[in-house]
């Protein structure tokens, strides 16, 4: 039995550190599929939303330089204090959106993770 989007980014949360929230959002139109928020401070639907006009950006400025075929593989926002991932669906029509704590997570371990939750959240919300 697949696993629900929940389900997913609970495994997310075990299995980093600093983790601050995750979300799905489906690209065109900015909303939340499913989330889960760690720090209630931070204003995930926000943060999906322009995360998502983020991706739709990228989709033009690529297929302008006639790079349609290129898939975005993954986008890694580097702030002060926080690491901001943001990764498209193979059907480029959502993303899976994290961030999280800088001082308190490894790039290495956030890129692992997300790659790996891709596919099972593409496929919850097909």
Known sequence: ???TASE???EAK???GGLKAISAVE???GLSHGSLVVDTKFDLDAA???NAEVIKAKIKAKN???MQKEKIDIMIIELTSQIHVIQPTDNEKFIIYMAADKSASN???IRKV???IAKDVQSTLD
Do not use: H, N
Request: glycine share 12%; hydrophobic share 60%; net charge negative.
């Open 1 to 3: 039995m697949a696993k």
């Open 8 to 10: 997913v980014f609970e």
């Open 14 to 16: 075990a299995e980093l």
């Open 27 to 29: 690209i065109a139109s």
């Open 48 to 50: 999906s939303a322009y």
């Open 64 to 66: 302008a330089m006639g």
């Open 107 to 109: 790039m290495g371990l």
């Open 114 to 116: 997300m790659l790996g």
